[in-house]
Structures are given as structure tokens and as C-alpha cells.
């Protein structure tokens, strides 16, 4: 569960998603924030200190990537894979490298890794369509 960050005073809302040692390494976790009465569904995926966020939302038709909340990867966890038809997308940049979106990307969230967690600003989150 997100919490929010919002100290009234600043028009930037910052988001906390979890603490820094609740992925592992090599592992990710999903995240539903609820944002300017709109939920978004992201994910983040930790590779040694680096943490990369994702909307949770597949190119090909849309729909979310994973089947359980921890399962974003491959069986090896080299990339990300959608549980629906079987893209996969690299880590570090979210582009399809195989699969029926292959050239297409991930839409990222930028995250930030400070004392109180992962954090994501309102600003990171994209507008939906
Ligand atoms: S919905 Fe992700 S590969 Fe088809």
C-alpha cells in the first residue's frame, strides 16, 4: 500500500511505495497508487542498488503485465515479461526485445530512492489518454 506523502504546502505529492529493502535484488513488486481520482498500476524492479519503475500496462493491448503481484520477470529475472502473451522487455529501458510489441516500451516512472523509500512524485506519473 502507497502512502502519501503530501505535506499541504507544495503542490508536488510524493508518493511512498515501500521501503528499499522490501524488493530484493533481482526481484520486483507491483503498486497501485491512487492519483488525482484515477488509480495507476506501476511496478517497480530492483537489479543491486538500481530501481526501475513501470506503468503496469502491457503496449500490445494494455493490459497489466503480471499475473501475481511479486511476478514481473523471467524464470532467470534477465527481463520482464508479460504473463498475457509473452513479451519481453529489458530492464533498464522497458523496450520490447521479443514478442507481438516487439520495438515498442514500457512507459517509465521515475522513482526516487530516499531515507524514508521509493518515492514517486505525482509529476512522474504520466496523464492518462
Ligand atoms: S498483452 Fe502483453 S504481450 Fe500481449
Not at 502512502?3 to 499541504?8: E, F, K, N, T
Not at 530492483?46 to 530501481?51: L, N, V, W
Not at 516500451?105 to 496523464?127: H, R, W
Request: net charge negative.
Amino acid at each position: 500500500m502507497a502512502v502519501d506523502l503530501r505535506d499541504g504546502q507544495n503542490q508536488t505529492v510524493k508518493y511512498r511505495l515501500c521501503r528499499s529493502e522490501d524488493i530484493e535484488d533481482g526481484h520486483s513488486r507491483g503498486f497501485e497508487l491512487q492519483h488525482e481520482g484515477t488509480k495507476t498500476q506501476l511496478f517497480v524492479v530492483r537489479r543491486g542498488s538500481e530501481m526501475f519503475g513501470y506503468i503496469n500496462e502491457c503496449p500490445h493491448i494494455g493490459t497489466p503485465l503480471n499475473w501475481k503481484n511479486t511476478t514481473f520477470l523471467t524464470q532467470d529475472r534477465s527481463q520482464i515479461i508479460c504473463a498475457t502473451h509473452g513479451a519481453v522487455f529489458r530492464i533498464e529501458d522497458g523496450r520490447c526485445t521479443a514478442g507481438p510489441c516487439a520495438g515498442q516500451s514500457l512507459t517509465p516512472v521515475k522513482l526516487q530512492c530516499e531515507d524514508e523509500g521509493i518515492i514517486v512524485a505525482n509529476t512522474a506519473i504520466p496523464k492518462p489518454d
